[in-house]
């Protein structure tokens, strides 16, 4: 267990439309359930603008430190799309036209009005790339070593990685069970924190809600190891139980 | 306009249940558009787990080349609470029990239990830290300089927020116009970027969607000079017309 390997992803969300407020994220949480089944943790997240600088700043953080980077965004056609330009420059290698991509968008824009030079800019990639296939529309997504450059658009991009998914290397995947209480979280800090204690591996969140005029919290508990958590659930029921405070599995 | 001081903040998201993908995080819009609100720009998010070297080396690199920081999550009373500590450690100063918070929880707590060792923990600030008065429970938001340290509950960092309204130093407001259009973007991708051109202080971003069977684009037009923003989103409509297309404004 303790020596178990980790393995983890950043991932870089970019776009002026979610540091404006104007569009919700959804590429967070998307990408974080979907890693956490190939076995693979999420470690950091960084949200940038349209600008090369930056682009190119967070691409080198995140790439050096994780097994996988992912990025969401800017790989239309338009003039605010440089993710790809941004991400060769950071690597060091040029922007080519992928044949293949290439040859997608003619069949898809063959009944569209045709390949204009904007829409071929959606079969520019990093040199050294390969495609990441995509039903829904003619554009791809890119991979480039463990560089993953996914759409925006959150169907889209969940699309990208339905079809990437078992074909990343990873760890077992972490998996969690919920136990929620009708209990102000401070009244059982001290019971959440030596629990944790006693179960190696496991780490346990306490997340506070009021409703209906109440507090309570839910209290998620995450490993590798089923076995393990499931007895560190029942361990903190019966403690809570223990303290006059009934625990409800999957949460409240 | 070219000189026009520009202000900018970081927003730090601490927190292993967005990186789990268990929580949907909404701080991130809700801060970027009160942000808006008070002429300041977000210019980064970085997303970190509840580990202490991850929330210090974040919070020292975002608060170096921003006006402000903002941070959410990890001011409650339990284990995994330890927002404070890490910021404290990154700027250099020790932890202290504030009077006045201290007085407010005994208050709070008075027909709740009384002030347990765990709660206490919801007084601690960096030394020299102010509080940020919430009306919502008796665990304040702190600031320190630059640093503005945020409930992850998202209703009480909004509480948070508003306490703070017209406080803070800051430009004038970044404001939009949204001009929606019945076309596959990569159609319109050459005039989006000359209009862009034209109008210096104009940014132009372009959302396509899928909706009822047929693509379509909104284009966001910001900038701090509301003029030049109805004459771009004019010109853009114009554009748009001379080439067989309804502009919508508002968007779709």
Partial sequence: MANERIWTAGLLVIGDEILSGRTQDKNISQVALWLNLQGIRLAEVRVVPDVTDAIVEAVNALRRRNDYLFTTGGIGPTHDDITVDAIAEAIGVPVIIHPRARAALEGYYQSR????????????????????????????????????????????????????????????????????????????????????????????????????????????????????????????????????????????
Same sequence: chains 1, 2.
């Avoid at 890119?142 to 699309?159: E, K, S, T």
């Avoid at 190891?225 to 999957?250: K, M, N, Q, T």
């Fill in 113 to 252: 009005g045709g390949l204009t030079e904007a829409r071929m800019r959606m079969a520019r990639v990093p040199e050294g790339a390969e495609l990441i296939e995509n039903s829904m529309s003619g554009a791809p997504g890119i991979r480039h070593g463990n560089i993953f450059i996914l759409a925006g658009v959150p169907h889209i991009a969940g699309l990208m990685l339905e079809a990437l998914s078992g074909k990343l290397e990873g760890g077992r995947p972490l998996i969690s069970r919920v136990v929620g209480c009708w209990v102000p979280e401070s009244e059982v800090a001290d019971m959440l924190a030596s629990i944790e204690r006693a179960f190696e591996g496991c780490q346990i969140g306490s997340y506070p809600f009021f409703r209906d005029g109440r507090v309570g919290a839910n209290f998620v508990i995450r490993s590798t190891d089923a076995e393990r958590l499931d007895a560190c659930a029942a361990a903190l029921i019966a403690a809570l139980h223990a303290a006059g405070r009934e625990g409800v599995i999957d949460g409240i």
